[in-house]
């Protein structure tokens, strides 16, 4: 499921990925962040790990959040040709080596953290006539290059040549928040620039209190989404520290309201999960989180940290009629099975709307830094950690 509900841009929007596996199509059921997923394995799962966490309880989430994330430096999304003169179109970071993807750290010396700090670079530059020393970062590995700004004879200004991005807004659903730790799980997959495909490096972010309004109801071909806003008043839930493929985790004090149990459960490892009957806590609409039938149909075989590790079905006559499945905004949605938090919603299958991915709470946790992969519990000093 992906973090679905019309995401309102903060700044510049990011967005999530559409992709496609052998025939069945899938999409991340988030909120699109306006800015800006094979086979299986065998039947039976196995982990080298053991089944029991002592002592290790959370709060399933199912929570509407609104996500706001600033981005660590800031991202290019684009070329853009600029008229220097009537008979010249330049592109001075296409010239740098400036590529789509690569994130735009510092700027002769000193770190970006919004792009008003890069308007001012770039017109100082431009008026010295002295170039730009950019630090960027491409995968791992970082980037030193020079960049002229030129002037832009339409714009009567002085441009770098590239489409950048600095922050992101969007909905999306709590998963999990461990209360002694002080740490919390959401969206059950990685934030991604729709035009690159570039994961979000975070710099800081935070998630707040939101309201579903109405939903678009899925349709084969044609995921639906939860339709969301933020709180005139929003209480902020947590800060946002990390941006994994499990999802998106921080730091949270308080318990969540409106959450559907007064005390915590038990959290199920892979190798508890089972096919057959299982609930999936979702908000269809403002802020009251109901509880909906589904079932597991596949487990995959993981050993280690993996997306998509089961293929979840709604049968609930009531979520059907209202969504036609799963849509986009219900990705982190918790998903309990025998009094345990097993996993949480990630994707739908675009072609059959009432199916779809989820991931095994074990890697949102680990991700958390609650646990590592040999099952030892971690304070929340850990979060940061790999």
């Avoid at 919390?184 to 035009?195: E, F, K, P, Q, R």
């Avoid at 949270?252 to 009957?277: F, R």
Wanted: proline share 5%.
């Amino acid at each position: 499921m992906n973090f679905y509900s019309r995401i309102k841009l903060l700044g510049l929007l990011l967005v999530f990925i559409m992709c496609s596996l052998g025939n069945a199509r899938h999409v991340q059921a988030a909120l699109p962040l306006q800015a800006s997923l094979d086979l299986f394995g065998s039947k039976s799962m196995a982990t080298t790990q053991e089944s029991v966490i002592p002592d290790l309880k959370v709060y399933p989430g199912g929570q509407t959040i609104g996500v706001k994330v600033k981005s660590s430096g800031v991202l290019v999304v684009g070329h853009h040709i600029i008229q220097e003169s009537k008979d010249r179109k330049v592109s001075p970071g296409e010239t740098a080596g400036i590529r789509l993807g690569d994130r735009i750290t510092h700027m002769n010396g000193k770190p970006l953290n919004s792009l008003a700090k890069v308007a001012e670079a770039v017109d100082e530059a431009g008026k010295t006539k002295k170039p730009l020393d950019i630090t960027l970062c491409r995968g791992e590995q970082t980037i030193s290059t020079k960049l002229t700004p030129a002037y832009d004879q339409d714009d009567k200004a002085w441009r770098l040549g590239l489409y950048i991005r600095d922050s992101a807004a969007g909905v999306g659903t709590l998963t999990f928040y461990a209360p002694d730790q002080g740490v919390y799980g959401a969206l059950g997959h990685v934030i991604t620039d729709m035009n690159t495909q570039t994961p979000i490096v975070v710099g800081s972010g935070e998630i707040v209190q939101s309201n579903v309004t109405s939903i678009a109801k899925s349709q084969s071909g044609e995921p639906g989404e939860k339709r969301a806003h933020f709180l005139k008043d929003h209480r902020i839930l947590g800060n946002i520290e990390r941006n994994t493929s499990f999802g998106i985790f921080g730091k949270m004090s308080d318990e969540p309201q409106n959450g559907l149990y007064s005390t915590p459960i038990p959290v199920g490892l892979a190798n508890e999960v089972k096919e057959g009957p299982a609930e999936i806590l979702t908000v269809l609409e403002g802020q009251q989180i109901q509880r909906f039938q589904a079932e597991i149909v596949h487990i995959s075989q993981q050993d280690k940290p993996a997306t998509k590790g089961l293929v979840i079905r709604v049968v609930d006559p009531k979520l059907l009629d209202k969504t036609g499945g799963i849509v986009q905004g219900m990705s982190g949605s918790p998903i309990i099975q025998n009094g345990k938090l097993i996993g949480a919603v990630t994707h739908v299958f675009v072609n059959d709307p009432k199916s779809g991915y989820g991931c095994f709470i074990e890697w949102m946790l680990r991700d958390a830094g609650i646990m590592n992969n040999k099952l030892s519990l971690k304070s929340s000093s850990n979060l940061k950690a790999s």
